[in-house]
């Protein structure tokens, strides 16, 4: 690891973002049609190495239907508008009309309607209804008291998603979540995250997750580093809990949790590059708030953008490009790498020689800033 | 120490600014109720770590005693409009209406104005009759000639601070300041700075001084590295000036000398990057000029805009956001890291797992200029 | 090769753009008048080291005969309009009128009428006719099917080009192109590529060709980076591509393979930065948009802009700023590297000292991110 | 030195520009009015270490007189308007009128007037009537067929001065002027340059020059980057030709070779980063286009502006902000470094603890490309 010196007495790692990186075709190249790009984790077989984020612009029990449909996988977020009212579209169709002065205001008064329990087991079931495979999220803070009814609903994968979970909070106040315990005793295979280093990943993997989400999430307008000076650029987070990945494969002997890379992706050329550094799959939510279906209707935020005391992102305006299959399959009609986000991994595989996404991890990258892709 | 060939027989070092890096969480997390930011220097005690800067578009007699009502240090300027006029109110307000292209010669005519002896002892006594800790500023040039008044009015904490203040001023003309001889019969705990090197900090360190600033000050329109060339990134230098308080703390048989980084902070970000480089408490000016109350009225400059012969700043306008208590306390309304202040350092503090600001010195850090804060 | 640790097990090289290196001048000056930079390839000999990009915005049947008569040699492509249409003049027409939202649907719709296989032979004869050199491009996956017609047609050089062309395809649907021995069966020489390594160039070279394209193309509004993650900055490949001549011409016993560099080469001192890193030639296709005869009426656009699932580029609206005459050899009328580039060639070498392109491939250069040329 | 791989059997050195670096005090801090900022060449002894640029925009026998009476040396272009046109003034009016498009079309016209020999004799003789120290600049080209004229007339400093400058020009078509033989019979002190290397440089010094011209010029709006590919950034090019002056001093036996940084410096932080990096002396430009007093009229351009075959630069709006003793002396009313330059390099050597240029080539810097200025 290379150390930087930025004073005496204080080094840091010189570490890289997506952007600064480029892929580097192998003497081969492929036919995009005879590549594959199938995921499997647990006993979930997805034809498509995506899972959609949880967020309000982009998830619904809707939309959770029609992406499991196309070959992806959505997470509902059970902390979200969809169970907090009965029904949220008066209030998505709000948001979208907000005026920007006051539209972090209205935000936080909006999501400071109490959850109801009842609409947990609902929305889970709406989603299990239509015969996909169902993931929904909890906060670890609220994990503990709701999860009793995430699965009693039936949900296939339970996602425990913040901007940074640990396998050891530590708190005086009340009985913290034990990572390790609850997920050992659970029946359905767990994702967790995100996390940003080798340890806190190898931490998270012996709690018996079946993936770990490599990354603080955050949508595209999150602001976490001015606000809290957290920052760990995605190429490196990558890299890293991919070799936390290698290192717990040993120490199992033999137990491979899978790496979920979440935060910031927004062009297909940024969900390849994360393969390419050791993703297995990737969590991606703004390419899906520019869908015609999206509950955003154009706009899209995250759950740091209507927190109470400090919130920590903006809605932020995407527009709609066209329909939720488009934007997973093509035909693209734009040039700038927000759709046929699917296509583009099969291409880009295909240009670069390899055959599937584990093959598609060795690619040889190189770090160069000046190609920060336009568009 | 990284030295870079600039070219043939010269050669620098490679230094950092706060945008350049970002903290990495540890593999433990914490509540935000549970941490502790509290900062002692002397025998003063605060609730935070923040010094607010002397500069008129921010410390007035009401707001310094505000600010420490609110758990902080204001220094009010004992060189700005306070102690040359009655009443500045008019001319504060008058300097919110100027005009762009004539604004820096009206600051200079505004300035020009002679200080008077009895407005210094006065500002000093309507802030501690108010029962908060005063701390009052003069440069190096009149500290000789005004600090008498300063003490005789009871000001708590003296703050002797210009741009760059060297223990060893060179001055065929006149008597310089010997800070060494000065600050050692002073009966009233030292601030003094800023300085940039870990050489010059261990010299002022040796006068006897209870707190260094890092950096150079400056609003955040300073010009000083288009005017002067001197410039030393922040990050560097905290790193830097800790590690000659460490240094001085061993020399001196256990003298703690405080480090206040002083510099271009603007965001909640910063300021937890700061903590992480070394500083002991931060020095801001800018967060506050956002303050309904603040005297500048939604602008901001310091003394170095209305330098009769060389202004290296502007004042610039910073708009108006909120109250004095939410900058520092929140609930935060806005997501680009400008209010909150307090509670954003605890959250970062607490995302990483930290529990004082002592601990949160050793928080690892990564380089990388990718991360450049948005917002 | 400097190795750079993105994380824990996965390392990238650093690579560097044309922006980012600047050329030295040694201790000698030139006459301009007195620089060569005539080039030869196979049996061919040019008076510029310039070939036009198969693009439509830029090379028609009546261009490709000025450019050769002003001492270029232009490629037609043979899968674009020309050959698609009877009469491509009216659909350019339309492409320069059409508005941004839907001028990719609209190309996408106007390229997918199908090759017309006798306009093959008909392009190729026009301007074979007029008695300039004849070059012809073709892809990879069209070649076997419309080799024979390009060859009875008598073109002079084949130009086989895409973004990635391997000397290994792995297909399992058809029999794939076999470049080595469709190269050596050919009569007439070849030029094959982009590739963008040692490894991939030295496998082209090892086909036959008489050329290898370093570089991906595209236009200058491609957007492969933010589609597809692929990217290799130029400066590095062309570098990287003319080591691997140096090995192939001690492995074959002395066949020189030329190097020509094909991509985001906008400006002059593109052109002379290509051939200091080791170019023997260079592909250009914007500049010539802006050519007052150029089909693309001052737009620009490349074959990946109208691909029907995943388009990869954008019609630029470049202007038009002069003959094709002044854009070669000038007078230039304006001062941003667009005009007269081989008169700029020309003064680039005679003021650092070299006499022709063999020599100036030698020239020293410096590593200069904050020169990154302005205009 | 720093050789960094661009690719396979290409490497550059990394070269740093002014803006990339920043000067740190030491620990010493002076009075800005006990600083000597005096500088002598040959037997000329000034005030200032200020030359100003052979430029239209900037120098006419007027404003040459003022000045050198205001401290500093300004050199009159030998090949601009003064001696092309025995009335200028109704063109100088005439380029501050051009609109953008056709202006550099217009410029070439305007210059391609021929020199008059007489006009040579009688601007000199205009500037040396005042009393001040008289320079004057001839291209290489043209040095051979003028000088007489220039020596005749009674110049103190004889200025050759082109892009890039050799002691070894190779022509075949004429004979080309032979520096070391020319300096050598000269009786007046020369300057010569640009030049942008040790060892360019040194061969220079050996001519007998008194002084050397670091950098290749090129007013502010120069485009030398995007059309020849030629670049090296200033800060690496004055210490390397300031390691010249060493070698050269002890070659010579003692001869002190100055100096003088010439390309882009455009804020008082320039110049005394210059200096800092081993200038002796600045030539500059840009600054003094925006005097009131300048032949500019708020416009300023180079001879690279106006070649008749490849314009490498262009005619920029720069406006007027004061009169030449106020950019020079102050007192400054803006805060961006244009205005008193002079006066901030004093105060910067000052705030750095030096007390002659001499020293302050020695002052410590930091290479810190966040700290570019702003202003």
């Known amino acids: 690891m290379t150390q930087v010196e930025i004073g005496r007495g204080k080094s840091g790692r010189r570490a890289y973002s997506l952007d600064e990186i480029g892929l580097v075709p192998s003497r081969r190249t492929r036919d995009p049609e005879e590549v594959s790009i199938a995921w499997q984790i647990d006993a979930y ?118 901007t940074t979970v640990s396998a050891e909070h530590v708190s005086g106040q009340a009985e913290p979540l034990n990572l390790k315990r609850f997920i050992y005793e659970l029946d359905v295979p767990v994702i967790v995250g995100g996390c940003a280093t080798h340890t806190a990943a190898l931490h998270l993997m012996r709690t018996g997750a079946a993936g770990v989400l490599a990354g603080f999430g ?26 936390a990945r290698r290192d717990y494969l040993d120490e199992s002997g033999g137990r491979y949790v899978h790496v979920l890379a979440d935060g910031g992706m927004t062009r297909s050329g940024d969900i390849t590059k994360a393969v390419a550094c050791g993703a297995d799959a990737v969590m991606v939510g703004s390419p899906f708030a520019r869908a015609a279906q999206a509950p955003g209707r154009g706009y899209h935020w995250g759950s740091e953008a209507h927190h109470p005391e400090l919130p920590r992102g903006a809605r932020v305006k995407v527009g709609t490009i066209g329909t939720l299959e488009q934007i997973l399959h093509g035909p693209s009609t734009v040039a700038d790498g927000s759709m046929n986000l699917m296509g583009a991994l099969r291409r880009s595989m295909a240009t670069a020689g390899y055959s599937d996404l584990k093959e598609f991890q060795r ?5 160069a800033p000046s190609s920060r892709p336009r568009g």
């Open 218 to 243: 955050g949508g595209s307008g999150h602001t976490t580093a001015a606000v809290l000076g957290v920052a760990v650029p995605m190429a490196t987070v990558i890299a890293d809990v991919a070799a």
């Open 45 to 162: 077989r997805f034809e498509l190495p995506l899972v959609v984020c949880p967020m309000d612009s982009v998830v619904s029990p809707r939309t959770a239907i029609e992406i499991g449909r196309l070959g992806g996988l959505a997470v509902i977020d059970l902390e979200g508008l969809w169970t907090r009212y009965e029904d949220p579209e008066p209030l998505l169709a709000e948001i979208a009309e907000l005026d920007e002065p006051a539209a972090t205001l209205r935000l936080q008064a909006i999501y400071s309607e109490p959850i109801k329990e009842e609409l947990i087991g609902r929305r889970i079931e709406e989603i299990r209804g239509a015969g996909v495979t169902t993931a929904a999220r909890l906060s670890p803070q609220r994990t503990v008291r709701y999860y009793k009814t995430v699965i009693d609903a039936g949900v296939d994968i339970f996602v425990i998603r913040g």
């Open 363 to 367: 690619v040889e990258v190189v770090v």
